[in-house]
Every structure is written in structure tokens, then in C-alpha cells.
């Protein structure tokens, strides 16, 4: 009975062993050739193990704070110490504004929709508030490193040429 006690205490530690590691606060500015960019959102992916991440929304002035997904839906300040790779996107549909479609009927709403894409086949157009260079991040040339306690800043100076 003491062996099994045991054991079963041994597999709770190492299963909460991660459970209360601490974030790091990491806040800062996105600007593309010096103009603060509003609502382009920033993702820190891990270097070491591609499922961590976190992300954040830039406001008005171009700032941002990182969020980390913790428990189903629930998100917390800050992200885990390490390596990141960084994305940064803000794009749009390129196209008409759209209609209201709440009062259509099905068959108008199902036409119009196609009427805006060109058919089903036909692949969207996007306008990039972002240049399209730094939407992944495995690709963007961007990265930062998050410490293990306290916070840090990672401005971003896009630039786009």
C-alpha cells in the first residue's frame, strides 16, 4: 500500500510540475516605417516546441501585451520563458463592402456570398496593413527571447520594403 501511495504521489508532481510555472510579462510597440499600427496581431511561437505560443492585439498607439491560452479558454498575462519565433499580420479582404444579409433569404444570401468570391474556386485577394513578409513566423526573420522572471519589452520596426 506505501509502494502505491507513493507512486501515485510520484505521477501528481511530475504532472503538476508545470502547472504554477510562472509567466513573464512581455509588452511592447509594432510600427511599420514609423506609423504605429492598430489591430495587427503579434504571435510568439516557441523555438524549442511549436505548441507554445502566445499572442496579442496592438491598440491605437501600436502596443501590445502578450496572452498565453491556459486551461480550454481561459488566458493569462504574460508567456512562458524561452525562444520565439514572431508573426505579425493585419490584413484584410480586398473587395466591395458587405451587405447586410440578416433580412435574405438563403438562396439570396447563398448568391451573393458566391458573387463576392467569384465562385467557389476563386481564391481572396487580401490588402496587407502588415507587408505579407512577417505573416509566419517561421519565415518573417523576426524573434525574441522571453526571460525567465519579470517583464520585457520587444518593440518591432517593420519595414515595408
Known amino acids: 500500500m506505501k509502494r502505491f ?11 503538476c510540475s508545470g502547472c ?9 510597440k509594432v510600427t ?15 523555438k524549442e516546441n511549436g505548441s507554445i505560443f502566445s499572442s ?15 486551461g480550454g ?7 512562458m520563458p524561452g525562444s520565439y519565433l514572431v508573426s505579425i499580420v493585419k490584413k484584410e479582404e480586398d473587395g466591395p463592402p458587405k451587405k447586410d444579409t440578416s ?8 448568391n ?12 481572396k485577394k487580401f490588402i496587407y496593413h502588415v507587408p505579407k513578409k512577417y505573416e509566419v513566423a517561421s519565415n518573417s526573420g523576426l524573434s525574441a527571447d522571453v526571460p ?9 520596426d517593420l519595414e515595408s520594403n
Do not use: W
Open 5 to 15: 501511495v507513493f507512486v501515485l504521489l510520484a505521477c501528481l508532481v511530475v504532472f
Open 20 to 28: 504554477g510555472e510562472k509567466l513573464t510579462k512581455v509588452t511592447g
Open 32 to 46: 511599420v516605417d514609423g506609423k504605429e499600427i492598430e489591430g495587427a496581431t503579434l504571435t510568439f511561437t516557441s
Open 56 to 70: 496579442g492585439k496592438t491598440d491605437a498607439q501600436g502596443m501590445y501585451s502578450l496572452r498565453t491560452l491556459r
Open 73 to 79: 479558454d481561459k488566458t493569462i498575462n504574460g508567456a
Open 103 to 110: 433580412t435574405m433569404t438563403i438562396e439570396e444570401k447563398v
Open 112 to 123: 451573393y456570398e458566391m458573387s463576392l468570391t467569384g465562385g467557389p474556386m476563386t481564391k
Open 148 to 156: 525567465e522572471s519579470g517583464s520585457v519589452v520587444h518593440n518591432f
